[in-house]
C-alpha cells in the first residue's frame, strides 16, 4: 500500500509517517515508480507506535516494541526489551502518581485552612465577594 493508505488506516497524516520512517521505525522502501510502499507489518508496527504514544510513551520508547514485531513475535511487547520499558514507564508513572498525591494533600490542606478561617469570621461558604463594578452600572442605567 502508498503512503497515503498506511495514514489513513493507521488514523494518522503522511507527515508522522515520514517522520517515523526518518527515525528509523518504519521501513524505507520504494517501489519501481519510486513511490514509498509499505504492507500489513508495517501498518501492525504503527498501530504499535500510535497506542504506545495515547498511553504517554515517548516515541523512542516505542522503538523496542516495534523491533520486537520486526523479529517476527506476534505482540511488541513478548521481548525482554519491550518489558524492560513498561517496568521503566509504571516507575515513571508510579512517581508521578506519588508528586500528584502530594500536591492534592496540600491543595486539601489549604482548603480546610481556608474553610475553618471563613467560619471564624462568620462568612458563609455561599457568600458571593460583592461586585462595585456591577452596582454601578445599575446605578447608571437607572439615572
Known sequence: MRIGELAARAGTTTRALRYYESRGLLP???GGNGYRTY???????????RTLQDFGFELEETRPFVECLRAGHPEGDSCPASVAVYRSKVAELDAL????TAVRETVGAQLVRAERAMEALGASQETEPRCELGELGELEETG
Open 39 to 49: 504492507d500489513e507489518d508495517d501498518l501492525r508496527a504503527l498501530r504499535q507506535i
Open 97 to 100: 502518581i506519588g508528586e500528584l
Open 28 to 30: 524505507a522502501r520504494r
